[in-house]
Each structure stands twice: as structure tokens, then as C-alpha cells.
């Protein structure tokens, strides 16, 4: 199965770039995704990317997927209060099953 | 509906009594999964369901989790002889197929204490 990493914890200040990084074991998922979720709420799609993609922009955000070293990131650019959440990497396998990474809480700073 | 609904928002159980958690998929999708997430924010799948039938049942507990989805009602998922383990936000999402963009969209989530 599936095995998806990323970092506990990213602080960032208002108006600064984030990125969270997440790095996954199975290289024959075929769509990776980025998951939000604020206090108390369920998890709300912010994007995906294709696995033979490298690059998908939607706004503020960015993703990143390096197929070769298993290494998946998420950019928000000019990252606001509300952007405060904890945000989960996931991959999905054949069966539709979505596999989570244990999620990265970013904190933005006024 | 337009969104995935579940029912109840929090639940709390004594060790030992049943719990009974219910999901109401988007109109329209076929496909519903149940997943648990713990106290470190870990998700993990339990069951999916394709309309009626279970489609996969690899992270379903072989003891006191059952799940149904029965035409023209919600979706459950029950737990007998709760334990002080199950304690966890229990998520449920849908889609409309398991091909090409379709995604998963989430419910607000169960919140269930077992005390």
C-alpha cells in the first residue's frame, strides 16, 4: 500500500509564500491530491495533478510532482490568515482508495 | 443533495454500547467510502461502497464494524461493543465513478467519544 509522508508543522508570515512538501512510496498512483481542512470541518479539495504531469498552477496555488524522487509540494502564494489549516497529502490507487499523509498544520501570521 | 451530509455531528457512547453513524452521498454518485481519523489527524480507509454493493472492504475491522448502503436510504456505519479506541472523527465521501478526475468529495464528519 501506500505510504505518504509530509512535515508536522510550517509558519509562515501574511503575504509570504508557503510550501508543503510530502513524499509518497507508490509510484503507481495515479492522481495526487491536496486536501484542507480546518478546525472542526471535513476536508475540502483543493487540487489535484495527473502523475504523468509535473506542473499544475490554479491561482494562488501551485503543485509540484517529481515523479522520479516521489516528492509532491504544494505552493500558496501570498498566503493570507485564512489559509491557516492543516493541509493533507493524498494518493489514490486503482481502487479509488485515497491514502493520507498525517497532514501538515500551517500557521500564518498576521 | 449537492453536498455529502452526515448525521449525527457528535455521538458520545459508553464502552460497550452501539453506535450508529449515517451518510447521504451527492446525488448522482455511485461511490461511497467511509474513512476514520484519529487523535494525530491519521485518516484511514475503511470501506467503499459502488451503490449497493461493498467494492472494498480492506481497512474494514473484522469485529464489530459493520457498513451498509441500502437503495434510497443513507449510507451507515455501525459499531458494536464501541471501544474507547474508536474514538475518532468518522469522514464520509463520495464520487461519481473511480475513473479519470472524478474525485472524492467529504462530508463534515462524525465526531465519535466513547467514554
Known amino acids: 500500500g501506500e505510504d505518504v509522508e509530509q512535515s508536522l508543522f510550517l509558519s509562515v508570515r501574511e503575504g509570504d509564500s508557503s510550501v508543503i512538501n510530502c513524499t509518497y512510496t507508490?509510484?503507481?498512483?495515479?492522481?495526487l491530491y491536496w486536501y484542507k481542512q480546518e478546525p472542526g470541518a471535513g476536508l475540502q479539495l483543493l487540487t489535484y495533478?495527473?502523475?504523468?504531469?509535473d506542473m499544475k498552477q490554479d491561482q494562488r496555488l501551485t503543485v509540484l510532482l517529481n515523479k522520479k524522487d516521489k516528492h509532491l509540494s504544494l505552493r500558496i502564494a501570498d498566503t493570507q490568515t485564512g489559509d491557516s489549516a492543516i493541509y493533507f497529502c493524498?494518493?489514490?490507487?486503482?481502487?479509488?482508495?485515497?491514502?493520507f499523509g498525517g497532514g501538515t498544520r500551517l500557521m500564518v501570521k498576521p | 443533495g449537492e453536498e455529502v451530509a452526515q448525521t449525527p455531528k457528535h455521538l458520545v457512547r459508553g464502552e460497550g454500547q452501539k453506535a450508529k453513524l449515517y451518510c447521504a452521498p451527492i446525488?448522482?454518485?455511485?461511490?461511497v467510502f467511509w474513512y476514520q481519523q484519529v487523535l494525530k489527524n491519521e485518516f484511514k480507509f475503511l470501506i467503499s461502497?459502488?451503490?449497493?454493493?461493498?467494492?472494498?472492504e480492506t481497512g474494514m475491522p473484522k469485529e464489530r464494524f459493520s457498513a451498509k448502503c441500502l437503495p434510497n436510504s443513507p449510507c451507515s456505519l455501525e459499531i458494536q461493543a464501541t471501544k474507547l479506541e474508536d474514538s475518532a472523527v468518522y469522514f464520509c465521501?463520495?464520487?461519481?465513478?473511480?475513473?479519470?478526475?472524478?474525485?472524492?468529495?467529504f462530508g463534515p464528519g462524525t465526531r465519535l467519544t466513547v467514554l
Open positions: 465521501a463520495s464520487s461519481q465513478s473511480v475513473e479519470g478526475t472524478d474525485t472524492q468529495y
Open positions: 507508490d509510484s503507481s498512483s495515479t492522481y
Open positions: 495533478i495527473f502523475s504523468n504531469m
Open positions: 493524498s494518493g489514490r490507487n486503482a481502487g479509488n482508495m485515497l491514502t
Open positions: 446525488k448522482g454518485h455511485s461511490y
Open positions: 461502497f459502488q451503490n449497493e454493493n461493498v467494492f472494498d
